[in-house]
């Protein structure tokens, strides 16, 4: 009974084992076939170039460039040695400082480890040749394509910069093949429209023996570089406009005032973008400066309208007929509104609108703006494109902001008084706009009734796409409130009392308007934004100078745009 009962459990152990040998074989082969297949091949990522940035005319802003990474496979440690010391003689390179970076950069016996890297072609081709020669099967010469920044800062805030991916933009990015260190765009075009420049991943696949060491090459799939964004920018103005604002802090928008192209904008102080790549430390002090260079002033920038908020005023009250051309208030340097006074920067008598705006004259303001009233300065302003974004193609614009007297009595538990329709008149108290809202507003005027849509995108991948980007709303203005409003702005600059006539002896003419907005502490704001020539206008011009003192400060940064716009027949 016992050694029949041994051979019956004999039985079921063979009948047991030869189930296991089924299971493997014909259940879970497949499974375990691709196991081993992937257990002895590997893949060696290679990079394709991200896509260029290029201006209006075709010439690069950001390309390119290709530096070479040497890098070799794991091997015997006998082998390591001698190929590290054929490298070392053909790179003219230290043996130490190749073992050093084998040491550092070794993650596993099937990864390759780079041990030179940003080698000049010079001596990649070299190395390449002379692999046969000095029995080298296990380097590998790697392209490593990088950005290139031929004017270092020049429209940095519009292109931004790139960097590792960080957290928060991988959680929102990873359903789109994004991954842990991924160079990404943070800011500008580089982020904006990162999915189009970035690069598809290519490589090699090779074979490994059961110890992770290199045995064949399998297969080579080429990388592809990403698509090439074509800009509205003129590099030419771009590189007058920036050199106009020498360091002060600022803006500068020039821009098509019938498409809403943007031919140049500038915000300083600006930055090196090639910092954040090279892990600079001094790309931390950028992240740290006092004076946020990162900051893109002309849409991120919020400020304090000044007289620029005239327009408004002049606009809503001529529309709804709260004046006409003939009314008259005399300016004596000040007026009362309830129980205060409120100045005007100088005495100018008898003022129309025709005469106010090219005055700037806060009096004649003070009083339209209590005839139209608060709620009409709020709504015109809308309809001028404050207090919301202008939807360029450029991230983190900024949206503004217009006070009116439900906002006050909801969020700030108070009624709205005259004194706060007369700050209001003048730009002044909670009112916030961006440059580049201004320079929208300034356009409707040089237009003669239309609110464009910026952009600053043209083409991608060669593809126009401009026509989708040219959006306007037509306004339904009186004419004469438009040609009012334009002679008056052409005042500012003819005449000699003009607070813009610096402006008036160039060789193109401009209609315009200054602005001279507190700012709390430190200077005043100075603002200029016209357009010009003034009959048939090509360009709006917005310059702003953050603690600049003065609208006049101002013109003259534009003066100077305009004499080399000129000198070099750009106008």
């Known amino acids: 009974m016992r050694i029949k009962a041994a051979k019956i459990i004999i039985a079921l152990l063979f009948l047991f084992l030869l189930l296991g040998v089924a299971n493997l074989e014909l259940i879970q082969g497949k499974k375990f076939r691709d196991l081993s297949k992937k257990n002895c091949i590997r893949l060696l990522p290679q990079m394709g170039s991200r896509g260029k940035i290029l201006d209006r005319r075709g010439d690069v802003i950001i390309g390119n460039f290709l530096s070479y990474d040497v890098m070799l496979m794991p091997q015997d440690e006998g082998v390591t040695v001698e190929a590290l010391a054929k490298i070392s003689q053909i790179l003219a390179t230290p043996v130490s400082n190749l073992r050093n970076n084998f040491k550092r950069n070794f993650i596993a016996p099937f990864a390759p480890v780079i041990v030179a890297n940003n080698i000049s072609m ?18 590998i010469i790697q392209p490593h394509p990088q950005r290139e920044y031929p004017f270092l800062g020049l429209a940095c805030h519009s292109i931004g910069h790139l960097n590792e991916i960080d957290h928060w933009r991988l959680s929102k990015l990873a359903d789109y093949g994004y991954e842990a260190k991924d160079i990404v765009g943070f800011t500008g075009i580089e982020e904006k429209f990162d999915y189009y420049l ?3 991943e290519g490589g090699l696949s090779f074979e490994v023996d059961h110890r992770g060491r290199f045995v064949r090459l399998l297969g080579f799939r080429p990388p592809k570089s990403g698509k090439d964004i074509q800009l509205t920018l003129d590099l030419k103005v771009q590189k007058i406009v ?5 360091d002060r802090k600022g803006c500068v928008i020039i821009m098509n005032p019938y498409s809403g192209e943007i031919i140049a904008l500038a915000s300083s102080p600006n930055f090196n973008p090639e910092l954040f790549m090279k892990q600079d430390p001094a790309a931390g002090r950028i992240l740290n400066n006092p004076d946020a260079p990162l900051v893109n002033r002309a849409i991120s920038g919020l400020y304090p309208a000044g007289s620029m908020f005239k327009l408004v005023v002049a606009t809503a009250a001529l529309e709804t007929n709260k004046i006409n051309l003939a009314t008259t208030f005399v300016c004596t340097g000040s007026t009362r509104v309830g129980r205060e006074d409120f100045a005007c920067w100088d005495t100018h008598g008898p003022q129309n609108v ?7 004259c806060n009096v004649f303001f003070y009083k339209t703006g209590l005839l139209v009233g608060p709620q009409l300065i709020y709504d015109y302003a809308l309809k001028l494109g404050l207090a919301r974004p202008t939807a360029i193609d450029l991230p983190y614009e900024a949206g503004g902001f217009i006070p009116n007297p439900l906002w006050k009595r909801i969020n700030k538990f108070k009624n709205w008084f005259n004194g706060d329709t007369a700050n209001l008149a003048i730009g002044q108290g909670d009112v916030q706009v961006t440059p580049l809202q201004i320079a929208r507003m300034m356009a409707v005027f040089a237009n003669r009734g239309s609110l464009v849509t910026p952009y600053i995108v043209g083409a991608i991948d060669g ?4 026509l989708y980007k040219r959006k306007s709303i037509r306004l339904a203005f009186k004419q004469t409130t438009l040609d009012s409003i334009r002679q008056g702005l052409r005042n500012a600059i003819a005449d000699a009392s003009g607070t813009g006539n610096v402006l008036s002896n160039l060789a193109v003419s401009v209609a315009g308007k200054t602005g001279t907005a507190q700012a709390g502490r430190g200077q005043p704001h100075g603002w200029f934004a016209g357009f010009f020539p003034y009959k048939n206008p090509k360009f709006v011009i917005c310059t702003f100078l953050e603690h600049g003192g003065s609208g006049y ?4 940064v534009t003066k100077q745009i305009l004499e080399e716009m000129a000198r ?3 106008i």
């Open 354 to 360: 025709m005469k106010a705006i090219p005055h700037s």
């Open 122 to 139: 010079k001596k990649a081709i070299a190395l390449e040749e002379l692999k046969l020669d000095f029995n080298l099967d296990n380097v």
């Open 553 to 556: 400060m101002s013109c003259v």
């Open 568 to 570: 070099e027949g750009l």
């Open 242 to 246: 920036e050199r106009s604002l020498n």
């Open 198 to 200: 970035r690069q598809e």
């Open 463 to 466: 593809q126009d796409i401009s």
